[in-house]
């Protein structure tokens, strides 16, 4: 039996949206009770949200949409409806205002209030979705640009409505004032834009209040904010310094050094992907594993250099075949916080390493990464054999080299980090 409808904001009312408390005759619940729901009707679809409360037939007054004042319990159900069509017509209201009212946003909004309410929360519960996903890392990414958006209001909540082109002009200054590069900067805005699409997307804000520059929109453009870092690969003399890095002069900094040319030899791996390896990874003379980052299925040789270098990392114990990991690291979270420790400790390492053999370069594994790449293009190795080696392709392109190229043809070009 319907009841009467909430008063909701007119412009509501002329596109068709409706809501009110029904009580489900056709649904009997025990002891003969009968479910009160919330119904939404819009554009021809209903929804129904559970209110938790429920009452028999005779209890119910279907004008008012209330339990009958002389019911049993009838005062406690009417307060919490009350309160619930107060909250409806907020949820209504706002989303009128960004031009945004649908059963999805209306229903995304009214589950879970405190994580759609601004672009704070929402950013907050993407770091949420994204860490139970297992993605530390890109959770990570919305954690800080959602912490220097908080800065920008001091810590008050920022509506949707009011994240526009000044907002993100306001944060770019913001942020230069602290000290942030263009590059970082540009990381910020990135993660920014990820989560207003992702808003849009869900209803949560209108596609007419997206502040970012378009080919057909004039908005916050990060065209401008360019990296000022230094360009990252190692000379091949420096690389040379590395290789005939003296050992027993320094032998606190011999694992990261070597690590540093396990990376450069293993067409620069990720250390994610090199502190996650195990020895069960290693089959018929290469290892198999899956890029963390992407998912992709990766192998490489195991030739006579990487042998050497594993070498001497195979005295600890455990089922991993770098030091960083022990069988006490379980979780996503628990093994990423360690790898970020241990990356923390290896890059400083690096740099003394590089102070020890004159290289008068910022040493970290991300040099080691780049610096493969550079030696395979320095040796003349066709752009798209990088390309494949790299994975930086889309995955359309990467098929298609995966298809054209065998193993035989990635295993000579790193050959030619060898000579």
């Known amino acids: 039996m319907a009841g009467t409808s909430i008063d909701l904001h007119p412009k509501a009312k002329k596109q068709g949206f409706s809501a009110r408390f029904v009580c489900l005759t056709g649904k009997q619940l025990k002891g003969g009770l009968h479910p009160i729901r919330l119904q939404l009707i819009h554009k021809l679809k209903v929804k129904r949200f559970s209110t938790g409360e429920a009452c028999n037939v005779k209890e119910w007054d279907a004008d008012a949409g209330r339990m009958k004042p002389r019911a049993k319990g009838a005062a406690s159900v009417n307060r919490l409806l009350n309160a619930l069509d107060a909250e409806v017509v907020g949820i209504v209201d706002a989303l009128v205002v960004h031009g945004a009212l649908t059963l999805e946003s209306f229903e995304a909004r009214y589950r879970n209030p405190k994580a759609t ?5 929402y950013m907050e ?69 990820v989560a207003v699409n992702s808003a849009i997307k869900e209803g949560l804000m209108s596609a007419d209040h997206y502040p970012f520059e378009t080919a057909t929109h004039a908005g916050y453009s990060m065209k401008r904010l360019k990296s000022t870092a230094a360009p990252r690969a190692l000379s091949e003399s420096d690389i040379d310094k590395l290789k005939r890095f003296p050992f027993k002069k320094a032998p606190h900094l011999a694992d990261s050094v070597r690590l540093f040319l396990f990376i450069y030899y293993a067409d620069g791996m990720n250390f994610q992907d090199v502190a996650r390896l195990k020895r069960t990874d290693i089959q018929d003379g ?95 190795v066709a752009l798209e054999h990088i390309s494949e080696l790299a994975r930086h392709s889309s995955p359309a392109v990467t098929q298609l080299y995966l298809r054209s190229l065998g193993c035989d043809v990635l295993d000579e070009a790193r050959k030619k980090l060898r000579s």
């Open 125 to 193: 519960k993407l770091v949420s979705d994204h860490t139970e996903d297992g993605r530390i890392g890109y959770a990570g990414t919305f954690r800080t640009a959602a912490s220097a958006l908080s800065r920008l209001t001091d810590g008050s909540p920022l509506r949707f409505a009011d994240l526009n082109t000044r907002k993100l002009e306001e944060l770019e200054r913001m942020l230069k004032d602290e000290g942030c590069t263009g590059g970082g900067i540009a990381a910020y805005m990135r993660a920014i834009r």
């Open 286 to 380: 290469r290892i198999f594993y899956t890029r963390k980052k992407t998912g992709r299925p990766i192998n490489i040789p195991v030739d006579e250099v990487l042998s050497k270098i594993l070498a001497t990392f195979d005295r600890h114990e455990g089922p991993y075949l770098f030091p960083y990991l022990g069988t006490e690291h379980v979780t996503d979270m628990q093994q990423w916080n360690r790898i970020r420790k241990c990356l923390k400790r290896v890059n400083a390492e690096l740099k003394d390493a590089a102070e020890v053999v004159g290289i008068d370069a910022n040493l970290t594994t991300y040099v080691a990464r780049h610096s493969a790449f550079t030696t395979y293009y320095r040796k003349g």
């Open 117 to 121: 309410a601004d672009v704070l929360a």
